[in-house]
């Protein structure tokens, strides 16, 4: 083996798109695979406290979102964070940088900065890892921390070298661990902290080292080759007996390996009350494998499994099904952690059992089916998920075998009672309904028996329709919460078994349906799937072929299934057969070609709308004393609250990288979207009751406006303590959730002032055509009135609102455009017809106008008038005349300067 000092081994790292293709990005993220996707124990010294802390780190494939790495940077909260690049040093380190999500400025006239965090990780176990936070204190965030902030208006590019850019510190550094909750792996005596920052120190080399007597070298773990120096020129050679070792360790279950060389395979007892053997592999370069416990079993169930065994053979003294299940529940509901060769013991039982009860029907009874559930429940728990990963991962059955056997199980229990019966198995991991009925449509599951259960909130619904059925139609169908990712990743394809790993993910839960195949014929079978993973696409309703050729436990299939129809949150999928069922989709999103000329008409409509709804509110403001009426202060309320809706509209429609931001925004919008049309309401009752009444006495607008802005407030409110807040935002944008029966608080009311409006609007139309002064006019002057009353109401009232509706259909893109084009320019309507073609506005502004003018003439007028008296005065006294004359008492100077000032 060749080592060279400047070579560093990176892991290509390839991302499938939508269309199959590969790329490779230059600023590449890839995290250890034992770190991804769990929930961590993160012990560490607080910064500017110095106090011990222990909270929990999620690190997702390679984010941290929602992290409790939580800073404010200038009044900005920062706890997002994306991994932009990694370093593998060796094969226990691996330097990481991880940028924040959202940007910051210091100051209004600055550019944006982002905070970075370079981690330092070394792998103790896959349960334990610490790290260390390779930059200085940072003191002008809060609170402070160990993190590189950019330059403002200068961000480094992703693909920088990390440890000149991103990993720079000069004080001391303290170490930080992550361990998998419920595991007690401890530290090593030497975990500290490698120099520099891309050097390693986890291998145990035995290095045989030539150096010339005139040369000296000071040794160093970054150095990982002997040196064989001639004259004055080092020349590295690679030693003949480089040796990695596996470090000393005890693992979860009290096992302990030693120190080993690598490439060596150690197998010891099981510890405890266990039979068998457990193995551990060392592998190549010092890094321990995880031990495989499949053979270590513990005495609790090899004993059920031995008096299973007598039961299949047919002894006739052994105890019946229903006692197995409640010694095998015992055990598996035990606090005691089962391991792998439990786990694989257990669902073979179940396996056996659900074969034997097929075939011996008289041996079920009614309450195996509790026991049954509770024995999978105990089974899927997530803590096993890891196990059931490793025996995925080995090509052996698997969790299918669980599935399998439930199948099998509930397909016989159809008939361990006669006439229309349900029962319910509603458990943490798993749902099971059985029964037998003679309706034409089953619907499962029941949202009475499930109100409480997670089903109920995954959207998750199956319906059967029975076409041609004799008498009573038996039923099952189970679903499993979280073992979709425990599936073997395989699709079978024109009869070829292939690996879609990375092309396709399981988009939904796993559900299980079978039907008395005596009963029916003819049926047929709908699944709606709610959708557990955000940005994805390409949705295919698929199902496991359990007998699928050249595979050990099956693999999935489409075929006899078609896709009816699917949104952003879920895909209802029609099948002519039962098994079980899932999603699979595609990673990332496929954009409509209609999305961006879509959301450029709304943001330039929304834009002309504000301002000119700002117009109109400052020319009310003017003319104000001529304009003054209820419908003016209904009309000033509705242009404030469709400002703020457009404004909030504009700013944070798309702000979903902060869940709780987006939860916020999506109610705020619900809100402000129901106030506007309570004003439209408001404004078709004012003209409502000013067309019928014509000498209105008494002034309603005192209590209609505070109605409009507390009632929506009210909706709101229960809205989201009902739902508690789910269906308030999703991973595209921030409003009510289509797909949600929370999306009914909003149409609802919607659709109830649009229909009474247009009810207005026809009273309002056919009442001022039956007038005596509009009765006399020819067809074609009505018509004209008319269209131009409904122009000047229809933008009040939210009419073109009704264009939502068929705007919802993504087939209906004509819908969509005008509901944009005429909703996002309300405001420009609004003003037009309102303020400039309004003659109640016009002819204030026509008084307004005349005033100033005589505001201005009387300004006038007293000026000349002074400087006359002014002028007068002085002649007086210049002259000296100080006695008045009969003139001046007959007041004929005041008639002569009256004549002079106002006779023009």
């Given at each position: 083996?060749?080592?060279?000092?400047?070579?560093?081994?990176?892991?290509?790292?390839?991302?499938?798109?939508?269309?199959?293709?590969?790329?490779?990005?230059?600023?590449?993220?890839?995290?250890?695979?034992?770190?991804?996707?769990?929930?961590?124990?993160?012990?560490y010294?607080?910064?500017?406290?110095?106090?011990?802390?222990?909270?929990?780190?999620?690190?997702?494939?390679?984010?941290?979102?929602?992290?409790?790495?939580?800073?404010?940077?200038?009044?900005?909260?920062?706890?997002?964070?994306?991994?932009?690049?990694?370093?593998?040093?060796?094969?226990?380190?691996?330097?990481?940088?991880?940028?924040?999500?959202?940007s910051?400025?210091?100051?209004?006239?600055?550019?944006?900065r982002?905070?970075?965090?370079?981690?330092?990780f070394?792998?103790?176990?896959?349960?334990?890892?610490?790290?260390?936070?390779?930059?200085?204190?940072?003191?002008?965030?809060?609170?402070?921390?160990?993190?590189?902030?950019?330059?403002?208006?200068?961000?480094p590019?992703?693909?920088?070298?990390?440890?000149?850019t991103?990993c720079?510190?000069?004080?001391?550094?303290?170490?930080?661990?992550?361990?998998?909750?419920?595991t007690?792996d401890?530290?090593?005596?030497?975990?500290?902290?490698?120099?520099?920052?891309?050097?390693?120190?986890?291998?145990?080399?035995?290095?045989?080292t030539?150096?010339?007597?005139?040369?000296?070298?000071?040794?160093?773990?970054?150095?990982?080759?002997?040196?064989?120096?001639?004259?004055?020129?080092?020349?590295?050679?690679?030693?003949?007996?480089l040796?990695h070792?596996?470090?000393?360790?005890?693992?979860?279950?009290?096992?302990?390996?030693?120190?080993?060389?690598?490439?060596?395979?150690?197998?010891?007892?099981?510890?405890?009350?266990?039979?068998?053997?457990?193995?551990?592999?060392?592998s190549?370069?010092?890094?321990?494998?995880?031990?495989?416990?499949?053979?270590?079993?513990?005495?609790?169930?090899?004993?059920?499994?031995?008096?299973?065994?007598?039961?299949?053979?047919?002894?006739?003294e052994?105890?019946?099904?229903?006692?197995?299940?409640?010694?095998?529940?015992?055990?598996?509901?035990?606090?005691?952690?089962?391991?792998?060769g439990?786990?694989?013991?257990?669902?073979?039982?179940?396996e056996?059992?659900?074969?034997?009860?097929?075939?011996?029907t008289?041996k079920?009874?009614?309450?195996?089916?509790?026991?049954?559930?509770?024995?999978?429940?105990?089974?899927?728990?997530?803590?096993?998920?890891q196990?059931?990963?490793?025996?995925?991962?080995k090509?052996?059955?698997?969790i299918?075998?669980?599935?399998?056997?439930?199948?099998?199980?509930?397909?016989a229990f159809?008939?361990?009672?006669?006439?229309?019966?349900s029962?319910?198995?509603?458990?943490?991991?798993?749902?099971?309904?059985?029964?037998?009925?003679s309706?034409?449509?089953?619907?499962?599951?029941?949202?009475?028996?499930?109100?409480?259960?997670?089903?109920?909130?995954?959207?998750?619904?199956?319906k059967?329709?029975k076409?041609?059925?004799?008498?009573?139609?038996?039923?099952?169908?189970?679903?499993?919460?979280?073992?979709?990712?425990?599936?073997?990743?395989?699709?079978l394809?024109?009869?070829?078994?292939?690996l879609?790993?990375?092309?396709?993910?399981?988009?939904?839960?796993?559900?299980?349906?079978?039907?008395?195949?005596?009963?029916?014929?003819?049926?047929?079978?709908?699944?709606?799937?709610?959708?557990?993973?955000?940005?994805?696409?390409?949705p295919?309703?698929?199902?496991?072929?359990?007998?699928?050729?050249?595979?050990?436990?099956?693999a999935?299939?489409?075929?006899?299934?078609?896709?009816?129809?699917?949104?952003?949150?879920?895909?209802?999928?029609?099948?002519?057969?039962?098994t079980?069922?899932?999603?699979?989709?595609?990673?990332?999103?496929?954009?409509?070609?209609?999305?961006?000329?879509?959301?450029?008409i709304?943001?330039?409509?929304?834009?002309?709308?504000?301002?000119?709804?700002?117009?109109?509110?400052?020319?009310?403001?003017?003319?104000?004393r001529?304009?003054?009426?209820?419908?003016?202060?209904?009309?000033?309320?509705?242009?404030?609250?469709?400002?703020?809706?457009?404004?909030?509209?504009?700013?944070?429609?798309?702000?979903?990288?902060?869940?709780?931001?987006?939860?916020?925004?999506?109610v705020?919008?619900?809100?402000?979207?129901?106030?506007?049309?309570?004003?439209?309401?408001?404004?078709?009752?004012?003209?409502?009751?000013?067309?019928m009444?014509?000498?209105?006495?008494?002034?309603?607008?005192?209590w209609l406006?505070?109605?409009?802005?507390?009632?929506?407030?009210?909706?709101?409110?229960?809205s989201?303590?009902?739902?508690?807040?789910?269906?308030?935002?999703?991973?595209?944008?921030?409003?009510?959730?289509?797909?949600?029966?929370?999306?009914?608080?909003?149409?609802?009311?919607?659709?109830?002032v649009?229909?009474?409006?247009?009810?207005?609007?026809?009273?309002?139309?056919?009442?001022?055509m039956?007038?005596?002064?509009?009765?006399?006019?020819?067809?074609?002057?009505?018509?004209?009135?008319?269209?131009?009353?409904?122009?000047?109401?229809?933008?009040?009232?939210?009419?073109?609102?009704?264009?939502?509706?068929?705007?919802?259909?993504?087939?209906?893109?004509?819908?969509?455009?005008?509901?944009?084009?005429?909703?996002?320019?309300?405001?420009?309507?609004?003003?037009?017809?309102?303020?400039f073609?309004?003659?109640?506005?016009?002819?204030?502004?026509?008084?307004?106008?005349?005033?100033?003018?005589?505001?201005?003439?009387?300004?006038?007028?007293?000026?000349?008038?002074?400087?006359?008296?002014?002028?007068?005065?002085?002649q007086?006294?210049?002259?000296?005349?100080?006695?008045?004359?009969?003139e001046?008492?007959?007041?004929?100077?005041?008639?002569?300067?009256?004549?002079?000032?106002?006779?023009?």
């Amino acid at each position: 083996m060749e080592i060279h000092l400047d070579s560093i081994n990176v892991l290509p790292f390839i991302l499938v798109n939508l269309v199959f293709t590969s790329t490779k990005t230059d600023a590449s993220c890839f995290l250890p695979k034992d770190l991804t996707n769990a929930a961590w124990e993160y012990n560490y010294t607080d910064v500017p406290s110095s106090s011990e802390q222990s909270t929990t780190l999620n690190i997702a494939t390679t984010t941290l979102q929602n992290s409790v790495i939580n800073l404010n940077a200038f009044g900005t909260t920062i706890r997002d964070w994306t991994c932009i690049n990694n370093l593998n040093i060796s094969y226990t380190q691996t330097l990481v940088v991880f940028k924040s999500d959202t940007s910051f400025s210091s100051d209004p006239f600055s550019g944006n900065r982002r905070l970075y965090l370079c981690m330092k990780f070394t792998k103790v176990t896959k349960d334990l890892y610490y790290f260390h936070l390779l930059s200085d204190i940072e003191t002008s965030i809060i609170p402070n921390e160990r993190v590189f902030m950019s330059e403002a208006g200068n961000t480094p590019a992703d693909e920088a070298p990390m440890c000149s850019t991103f990993c720079q510190y000069t004080d001391s550094l303290k170490i930080r661990t992550l361990r998998r909750p419920g595991t007690n792996d401890v530290l090593p005596n030497d975990a500290s902290l490698c120099e520099p920052c891309d050097s390693a120190c986890d291998l145990e080399l035995d290095i045989t080292t030539k150096i010339e007597p005139t040369m000296s070298i000071s040794s160093s773990a970054y150095f990982t080759e002997s040196a064989e120096f001639s004259g004055t020129e080092p020349k590295l050679t690679t030693p003949a007996d480089l040796i990695h070792r596996c470090v000393e360790n005890t693992d979860r279950f009290d096992t302990k390996w030693n120190r080993t060389a690598e490439n060596t395979l150690v197998t010891v007892s099981c510890t405890g009350e266990y039979t068998g053997t457990v193995s551990k592999n060392c592998s190549s370069g010092g890094m321990w494998d995880e031990p495989d416990y499949t053979q270590c079993i513990s005495e609790s169930i090899k004993n059920i499994k031995t008096q299973l065994d007598k039961l299949l053979a047919g002894d006739s003294e052994f105890p019946l099904v229903s006692t197995i299940l409640d010694n095998l529940e015992n055990v598996t509901s035990a606090t005691n952690e089962l391991r792998t060769g439990d786990l694989v013991t257990a669902s073979a039982l179940l396996e056996d059992i659900a074969k034997y009860v097929t075939n011996h029907t008289d041996k079920i009874s009614v309450d195996q089916l509790e026991n049954f559930g509770s024995i999978c429940n105990d089974l899927l728990n997530e803590k096993y998920h890891q196990s059931w990963e490793e025996q995925k991962d080995k090509g052996t059955s698997g969790i299918t075998t669980v599935v399998k056997a439930v199948t099998d199980y509930n397909s016989a229990f159809h008939n361990v009672m006669d006439g229309e019966f349900s029962m319910h198995v509603n458990k943490e991991n798993i749902v099971m309904e059985v029964g037998k009925t003679s309706s034409t449509e089953i619907i499962v599951p029941d949202r009475l028996q499930t109100n409480d259960s997670w089903i109920t909130d995954s959207g998750t619904e199956m319906k059967l329709k029975k076409n041609m059925c004799i008498d009573l139609t038996g039923y099952s169908c189970t679903f499993y919460r979280n073992i979709s990712s425990l599936f073997p990743k395989y699709l079978l394809l024109n009869r070829e078994v292939l690996l879609f790993d990375g092309i396709y993910d399981v988009n939904s839960i796993i559900a299980d349906v079978s039907i008395e195949s005596e009963s029916c014929s003819n049926y047929s079978l709908d699944l709606r799937f709610g959708h557990v993973l955000g940005n994805h696409s390409r949705p295919v309703c698929g199902f496991w072929e359990f007998n699928a050729s050249n595979t050990v436990n099956g693999a999935w299939s489409s075929f006899g299934s078609l896709v009816v129809e699917s949104t952003d949150s879920y895909t209802t999928c029609e099948y002519n057969h039962t098994t079980n069922f899932a999603i699979l989709m595609s990673p990332g999103r496929t954009p409509s070609p209609h999305n961006f000329p879509l959301s450029l008409i709304s943001a330039i409509g929304c834009g002309i709308s504000i301002l000119f709804l700002f117009i109109t509110i400052v020319v009310h403001l003017v003319l104000w004393r001529y304009v003054r009426t209820d419908r003016s202060k209904t009309l000033m309320n509705l242009c404030v609250a469709l400002i703020l809706s457009y404004v909030l509209f504009l700013a944070g429609i798309t702000r979903t990288e902060n869940k709780a931001v987006c939860t916020a925004i999506a109610v705020t919008l619900h809100y402000m979207f129901l106030t506007d049309l309570a004003l439209m309401l408001a404004e078709g009752i004012l003209i409502l009751r000013m067309v019928m009444i014509v000498f209105p006495t008494k002034s309603i607008v005192h209590w209609l406006l505070p109605t409009c802005w507390v009632v929506p407030g009210i909706i709101v409110g229960i809205s989201a303590g009902v739902t508690k807040l789910n269906g308030y935002g999703n991973e595209q944008f921030c409003w009510l959730t289509l797909d949600s029966n929370l999306i009914w608080a909003f149409i609802g009311p919607a659709l109830l002032v649009i229909l009474i409006n247009f009810v207005i609007i026809v009273l309002t139309v056919h009442k001022m055509m039956t007038t005596k002064g509009l009765a006399r006019k020819t067809l074609d002057e009505k018509s004209r009135i008319g269209i131009e009353s409904i122009c000047v109401i229809l933008p009040l009232f939210g009419i073109t609102w009704v264009l939502g509706a068929f705007s919802v259909n993504e087939d209906l893109v004509v819908f969509q455009y005008l509901f944009a084009i005429f909703n996002s320019l309300q405001g420009l309507f609004i003003c037009l017809f309102h303020c400039f073609f309004n003659k109640q506005v016009n002819q204030g502004y026509y008084h307004y106008q005349r005033r100033r003018r005589a505001n201005r003439s009387n300004i006038e007028v007293s000026t000349d008038t002074s400087n006359y008296y002014t002028h007068t005065r002085q002649q007086r006294k210049i002259n000296g005349i100080f006695t008045q004359s009969k003139e001046q008492k007959n007041g004929t100077t005041y008639r002569y300067a009256s004549q002079s000032l106002y006779g023009n």
